[in-house]
């Protein structure tokens, strides 16, 4: 089922002058309806919809002032990102979802978000919660001509989110549940490919929203991925705690058995047994970190089954892959993404030890991009100059930039150079 999250009220009573400012008194509470986008470090609330009773043709930024308020359940959010303003870059007239018009009943207050802008986010990253969790966060948006305040959020909007199926329900064995994220493509042929993202250690639980934003995986719904696959299911499946759990709670780097590889492969069996147009020579699956992790695990215990994967951050440790599992896996079509600076799973201890054993055992369609760091990729922050933890690296794959191989020479297909996407939608068993 597709959500769009937004239920429209009206019980404002706003009046304008010549200039259409608000400017009539009133003491009832507005209503509003937040936009939350997901960017490459995770959500950011960028837009607020105030709704309106009656019709304005235009609207001045300098006119309003924004102040949140974030809490979580657990302790852990910096005090900085407890409470404060936000800056309004821009604002206009709109329609109930924002999109801009001459006149209308509804404004939107475009607003600032930045990677190193914690109160910009309406989640936070915090260890003792298991990882990133949704906070409570709310808005006071005011008039500053009128007084007028709205306060009441009626509604949520998550582009590219609200596209997938966030019901998914999963139950192996009676005893472990992993919830699911899915997008159907509108197309219509009789075969579609099947893109399989697991999430990284920080993004389990029950809620699907959260591996879906905590670092954008919902982008390989967005239209410019979906045109290399000419259309493309999306299953994002959830671990209850995260993918390396030995069942105690502690890591597994590969030397013992994780707690749900199996339970996380009957579910894509059964998603499959559940949609009759996935293309079942077109499956492919990727992760960053634990999900890297995850991805390789299930290469090397169904060598088969896949088209290609493209981990990221890989967290599998080389010493526990065996030269029968490589050999096992050397026709598989892989494409590595990790960064040098990666201190959480440095390169030196997985990616790197995997990829050379897999071209000394004669791999000829394994890829590797290979960052220094992982750096602002849109410009607005820095750019180059721009580092994020260089554990990151899963950026480049969220976003289709990665391009060259390990010797830093641009990946072909057919001749012509290729992005990671354009590659991956080409593999086929």
């Not at 986008?37 to 043709?57: R, T």
């Not at 006071?140 to 709205?150: A, D, E, G, L, T």
């Not at 147009?277 to 960053?288: L, P």
């Not at 995997?354 to 369609?365: E, S, T």
């Amino acid at each position: 089922m597709k959500r769009f999250f937004l239920f429209v009220s009206i019980a404002l009573f706003i009046s304008c002058h010549s200039t259409h400012h608000i400017v009539a008194q009133s003491s009832d509470i507005g209503s509003y309806t937040m936009v939350v986008e997901g960017y490459d470090w995770g959500p950011g609330a960028s837009k607020v919809i105030l709704i309106l009773d009656e019709v304005v043709s235009s609207v001045q930024k300098e006119d309003f002032s924004i102040n949140v308020k974030k809490q979580a359940e657990c302790n852990g959010i910096k005090t900085d990102a407890k409470s404060g303003g936000r800056t309004i870059l821009y604002a206009y007239v709109s329609d109930e979802v924002g999109n801009k018009r001459a006149e209308g009943k509804y404004i939107t207050l475009v607003l600032l978000v930045a990677p190193n802008l914690d109160i910009s986010s309406p989640m936070q990253y915090i260890p003792q919660c298991s990882g990133n969790v949704w906070a409570n966060y709310t808005m006071s948006i005011r008039s500053n001509s009128s007084q007028k305040v709205w306060e009441n959020e009626i509604g949520r909007i998550h582009p590219l989110v609200d596209e997938f199926d966030l019901s998914g329900k999963f139950v192996f064995n009676s005893d472990i549940t992993l919830t699911y994220a899915d997008f159907t493509p509108s197309v219509q042929q009789d075969k579609i490919p099947l893109i399989i993202w697991l999430h990284g250690g920080g993004e389990g639980g029950t809620d699907p929203t959260v591996p879906l934003m905590a670092n954008r995986a919902a982008n390989y719904a967005a239209p410019e991925i979906q045109d290399y696959f000419g259309g493309a299911y999306v299953l994002v499946p959830q671990s209850p705690t995260f993918w390396m759990d030995k069942g105690t709670g502690e890591y597994t780097r590969g030397d013992v058995n994780d707690m749900y590889n199996e339970s996380l492969m009957a579910l894509i069996k059964d998603y499959v047994a559940e949609h009759p147009k996935v293309d079942t020579d077109r499956i492919y699956v990727g992760g960053c970190s634990n999900g890297g992790y995850m991805s390789l695990k299930l290469m090397l215990l169904h060598p088969d089954y896949f088209a290609a994967s493209f981990p990221s951050a890989l967290a599998y440790h080389a010493e526990h892959v065996t030269d029968a599992q490589i050999e096992s896996i050397k026709e598989m079509p892989i494409w590595f993404i990790h960064s040098k600076d990666d201190p959480v799973t440095k390169a030196d201890e997985t990616v790197v030890p995997v990829y050379k054993r897999l071209m000394a055992a004669g791999a000829k369609n394994v890829h590797f991009s290979y960052y220094d760091h992982v750096v602002d990729i849109t410009g607005f922050y820095g750019g180059e100059n721009f580092h994020y933890l260089g554990h990151f690296s899963w950026i480049y794959s969220h976003a289709n930039l990665s391009k060259l191989d390990y010797d830093n020479k641009p990946v072909k297909l057919n001749g012509r150079s290729v992005t990671v996407m354009e590659w991956l939608a080409a593999q086929k068993k």
